[in-house]
């Protein structure tokens, strides 16, 4: 395998490729209950790791606390070198929603389920994850009381480093002005480029910027664009879009799930994938198009 994008230090003191995995579609259908297949879902936790990943992007909600469970059962004990993320700030209902849960008895529960069901005296990094029930983004609220409830547990010992997610470039600031954030983890691909400012205060801050739905929402002439760059390249569509975002940023982050051996690999693959001067023209019209 390639050097996966190379590395970012998280916080300056926490090194990690820049291609990870996320682990949420590891889950049953609507991210709840176990995986369909576990054996598989256990050979693509090793696999990723054995290839070299050292970014891990998890929660305790999904499944719930079937996916962490899984993580344990798959890589306990863990590699040094191996950091895993978790978010918290919502919880699961019997209804398969996801309604916030940031409250302080909420996000120390949550901690609390994280670390036992990964089976580690303290998490690695844990963002906050700012969510309403009518879905606003980014949500119109402070977050100086619960992240300033992860930064107590932070000095309590229980969590090494603090991110944030679905958040403002106001928000980071007002969480930074509370304790260290080493990470965002927002919405960002080829066709949704809102938080283009935001990545790029990230970069200038050393700040990592992990996004999520990295082929989300595209249009039909969008993903038309995309498709023709990958016939040009002879790769797929995720790979293209995956390298467009390593290039796009030094500090971007990625963490592309899938509970398949081969879509795991492919994904693996982008890392390597150059993106010749007409391709990323081209890229580019897609943020317009």
Same mark, same amino acid.
């Given at each position: 395998?390639?050097?996966?994008?190379?590395t970012f =230090?998280?916080?300056?003191?926490?090194?990690?490729t820049r291609?990870?995995?996320?682990a949420?579609?590891?889950?049953?259908?609507g991210?709840?209950? *176990?995986?369909?297949?576990?054996?598989?879902?256990?050979?693509?936790? #090793?696999?990723?790791?054995?290839?070299?990943v +050292?970014h891990?992007?998890t929660?305790?909600?999904y499944? *719930?606390? =079937?996916? @962490?469970?899984? $993580?344990?059962?798959?890589?306990? *004990?863990?590699p040094?070198a191996?950091? $895993?993320v978790?978010?918290?700030?919502? #919880?699961r209902?019997?209804?398969?929603? !996801?309604p916030?849960a940031?409250?302080?008895?909420d996000l =120390?529960q949550?901690?609390h389920?994280?670390?036992? @069901?990964l089976?580690?005296?303290? /998490?690695?990094?844990?963002?906050l &994850?700012?969510? @309403?029930?009518t879905g606003?983004?980014?949500? %119109?609220?402070? /977050?100086?009381?619960?992240f300033?409830v992860l930064?107590?547990l932070?000095?309590?010992?229980?969590?090494?480093?603090?991110?944030?997610?679905?958040?403002s470039?106001?928000?980071?600031d007002?969480?930074?002005a509370i304790?260290p954030?080493?990470?965002?983890?927002?919405?960002?691909?080829?066709a949704h #480029?809102?938080?283009d400012?935001?990545?790029?205060?990230c970069a200038?801050?050393?700040?990592?910027?992990? *996004?999520?739905?990295p082929l989300?929402?595209f249009?039909p /002439?969008?993903?038309? $664009?995309?498709?023709?760059?990958a016939? #040009?390249?002879?790769? +797929?569509?995720?790979q293209?879009?995956?390298a !467009?975002?390593l290039?796009?940023?030094?500090?971007m982050?990625l963490? %592309?799930? =899938?509970?398949s051996?081969?879509?795991l690999?492919?994904?693996?693959?982008?890392?390597?994938?150059?993106l010749?001067?007409?391709?990323?023209a081209?890229?580019? &019209? $897609?943020?317009t198009?």
């Amino acid at each position: 395998m390639a050097n996966l994008g190379g590395t970012f =230090t998280l916080g300056g003191e926490v090194p990690v490729t820049r291609m990870g995995y996320g682990a949420m579609q590891l889950a049953g259908p609507g991210v709840w209950g *176990p995986p369909r297949d576990h054996d598989t879902a256990v050979a693509v936790l #090793r696999e990723a790791v054995e290839s070299g990943v +050292t970014h891990l992007d998890t929660s305790d909600y999904y499944g *719930p606390h =079937t996916v @962490n469970a899984l $993580i344990k059962e798959a890589l306990h *004990p863990y590699p040094d070198a191996l950091t $895993i993320v978790t978010k918290v700030g919502a #919880r699961r209902t019997p209804d398969k929603a !996801w309604p916030p849960a940031l409250s302080a008895d909420d996000l =120390t529960q949550a901690v609390h389920d994280n670390l036992r @069901n990964l089976g580690v005296d303290a /998490l690695d990094v844990v963002n906050l &994850r700012l969510s @309403n029930d009518t879905g606003d983004y980014p949500v %119109p609220m402070s /977050l100086a009381e619960p992240f300033g409830v992860l930064a107590e547990l932070r000095q309590q010992g229980l969590i090494r480093h603090l991110g944030v997610s679905h958040v403002s470039a106001e928000q980071l600031d007002e969480a930074k002005a509370i304790a260290p954030v080493v990470c965002v983890q927002n919405q960002y691909n080829l066709a949704h #480029r809102e938080n283009d400012a935001l990545v790029d205060k990230c970069a200038a801050e050393r700040i990592a910027f992990v *996004p999520y739905f990295p082929l989300g929402g595209f249009s039909p /002439l969008q993903s038309g $664009i995309l498709d023709d760059c990958a016939a #040009r390249l002879e790769a +797929t569509p995720m790979q293209v879009a995956l390298a !467009w975002l390593l290039q796009r940023s030094p500090s971007m982050l990625l963490i %592309p799930g =899938t509970s398949s051996l081969g879509h795991l690999r492919e994904n693996l693959a982008a890392a390597s994938l150059e993106l010749p001067a007409d391709v990323l023209a081209d890229l580019d &019209r $897609i943020g317009t198009a």
